[in-house]
């Protein structure tokens, strides 16, 4: 992380290495604000006050190394955020007027999209910032993590029953609500399909009845038409001295052919007077053939007006056309059966929403009995981890508890609510000492227990939470001595599984770490990039004294600083 003109941070450098880095310094040094600058990347609240005095902005950014399947990653992405090499860039920015902007990935986005992806990168366990497992949902989700196939198995087979029953119960629902609907389309689909079979029109007909309207309404002229051209083609009887083209042609041919061995021009021309010649011969025959045929009968056009007159009716009705009007009666009649048959559908539905739902509450009960089970196990597991952290007397329990609901699935005996996790509650509770009831454990504890008891927890659930990083602040509060060494001891457990931050004022917590950052001030009372360094060897030891004695070269304190190191190394650090 690079801070830049946040609180008393003026620009500094946080590198927080894999495994368990421990962030120290004097009292006042800006530790909490390690913590801010990284609450901030997650999208906590921007406070102006947090902007160093005399400074425009303060701005965090932040480098996270995320696996590309990861569920922040794929979420990113989504957000047209790009990833470098499998590493994604974060930045916030406040103003010194409380304005606050965010990017991910080079790309500027909603600083509520910082807050998704916190869920899925750090879990945060303070004082006053608390995330992650103190959530109810992802509560339930840990504990079936750590319940393993006992809940695997029927779960999936939950899920995929609940899945079924949510598209049945929705399809049965728009069945049953859109009955009237349905009833009312069926009965215009059936009065246009009696109407149309009724007429029993033919494809292309309205096309054909009109041009046989078109000619029976013009037949006399139709016939002087053609008994007028029959004639110029070929003679008119009552004319014996009249000149017709047919007989022109055939004089022309005739001249023609006498001499057309003179020249083959000539002899081409007469062979296409030849051609002409026939083909006035067949227009004349077809023309005296249409005359004959054509039927000029009045009750013929009455007869094919009435026709058109009632395809038209179903073409203003049904389509464009007749051709339209019979591909509507083919789907109609296809929508009509699916109508038809509805009511069978409908009570194949419900029959199956019925199995659906008595399937849903054996394997609802089968996740409960596996959650209790692996509740009881992981309560003992975290009351014996606490008993090492100075809360000898504190208990943990689940409660795994179902809601009443009438439209629910029958559990136990009792009809509850169901989801696409089963039919369980679940909330982990702490009893801090004995008679005291068990509470929710965001409301059980004190600050600096709250951050135990999440310690704790985490140990016990190393390596079945995804989340890749947790943040611990004042996890150390009101503990010293062996407590302290067994709260480091368990920070290095947990740091075997993930990344592990905690800023503390103990060594023995320090000792623990991979790493150890110190925050030092300037003789002007900022940090600076120079301000956070990496302790190593005597730089350490020296720490460490300070920690223990305020004395950086006591040799008492230095002796037990090394003891704190070589009892760390010892546990495998």
């Known amino acids: 992380m690079r ?24 009292t006042g040094a800006g530790k909490t604000m390690v913590v801010t600058s990284l609450g901030l ?57 409380g304005r606050s902007r965010a990017h991910i990935g080079g790309r500027s986005v909603p600083v509520g999209m910082l807050s998704e992806l916190a869920d899925e990168l750090v879990a ?9 497992l103190l959530r109810p949902a992802r509560q339930r ?9 006992a809940v695997t198995g029927p779960h999936a087979k939950y899920a995929a029953a609940y899945r079924r029953l949510r598209a049945v119960s929705v399809e049965l629902d728009e069945l049953t609500t859109r009955a009237r609907e349905r009833a009312q389309e069926a009965d215009l689909l059936r009065f246009g399909l009696s109407e149309i079979e009724g007429v029993e029109p033919r494809a292309g007909e309205d096309v054909e009845l009109a041009a046989e309207a078109e000619r029976l309404g013009h037949a006399e002229a139709l016939a002087s038409a053609a008994s007028v051209a029959h004639a110029a ?54 023309l005296a053939g249409y005359a004959d045929n054509l039927d000029a009968d009045p009750l013929r056009l009455a007869a094919v ?53 008595s399937e849903l509450s054996g394997l609802a009960q089968a996740l409960t009995d596996a959650r209790t089970e692996a509740a009881a196990r992981f309560a003992e597991a975290v009351t014996e981890e606490l008993a090492s952290l100075a809360m000898p007397h504190a208990r943990v329990s689940f409660e795994i508890r179902q809601s009443e609901d009438p439209e629910g ?46 310690l704790a927890v985490e140990v016990v659930f190393a390596g079945t939470d ?62 600076t990039r120079s301000g956070v360094t990496v302790l190593e060897g005597e730089d350490r030891v020296r720490e460490l004294s300070r920690m223990l004695a305020g004395q950086e070269d006591s040799q008492t304190a230095r002796a037990h600083a090394e003891e704190l190191l070589a009892t760390a190394r010892a546990d495998g650090r």
């Open 3 to 26: 801070i830049r003109s946040l609180g008393v941070i003026d620009d500094a450098v946080v590198e927080l290495s894999p495994g368990f880095t421990a962030v120290t310094g004097e």
């Open 41 to 97: 990347l997650l999208g906590g609240r921007a406070d102006p006050a947090l902007v160093r005095i005399g400074a425009k902005s303060a701005v965090v950014e932040g480098r996270i190394s995320v696996s590309p399947g990861a569920a922040a990653a794929l979420r990113a992405e989504e957000a047209g955020a790009e990833l470098d090499d499998g590493t994604l860039l974060i930045s916030r920015t406040v103003s010194a007027e």
């Open 124 to 132: 945060v366990h303070g004082q006053t910032d608390q995330q992650g």
């Open 141 to 149: 989700e840990a504990l079936d993590r750590y319940a393993g196939d």
């Open 233 to 286: 083609l070929a003679g008119n009887p009552e004319d014996p001295e009249g000149v017709d083209a047919t007989t022109l042609v055939a004089g022309a041919g005739r001249a023609l052919d006498a001499v057309r061995s003179h020249d083959p021009a000539l002899a081409a021309l007469a062979d296409r007077m030849g051609e002409i010649s026939i083909l006035l011969g067949d227009v004349a025959g077809e």
């Open 305 to 357: 007006e009435e026709r058109r007159a009632a395809l038209t009716g179903l073409t203003r009705k049904y389509g464009e056309n007749i051709d339209a009007v019979l591909a509507w009666s083919e789907e109609s009649a296809e929508r009509l059966t699916e109508l038809d048959g509805d009511d069978d559908r409908i009570g194949e539905l419900a029959a199956e929403r019925d199995a659906l739902r």
């Open 409 to 454: 699935v029958e559990v136990g005996g009792r009809t509850v609510a169901y989801g696409p996790s089963g039919v369980d509650e679940v909330e982990l509770l702490l009893a801090p000492h004995p008679g005291a009831p068990p509470r929710p454990i965001a409301k059980g504890a004190s600050g600096g227990e709250l951050s135990r008891v999440m």
């Open 466 to 527: 995804p989340v890749p990083t947790y943040l611990f602040d004042e996890v150390d509060a009101g503990v010293g001595g062996k407590a302290a060494v067994e709260i480091g001891r368990r920070l290095a457990k947990l740091a075997k599984t993930a990344q592990v931050v905690v800023v503390t004022h103990l060594p023995q917590v320090a000792a623990f770490a991979d790493r150890q950052l110190l925050v030092e001030k300037t003789n002007d009372g900022s940090v």
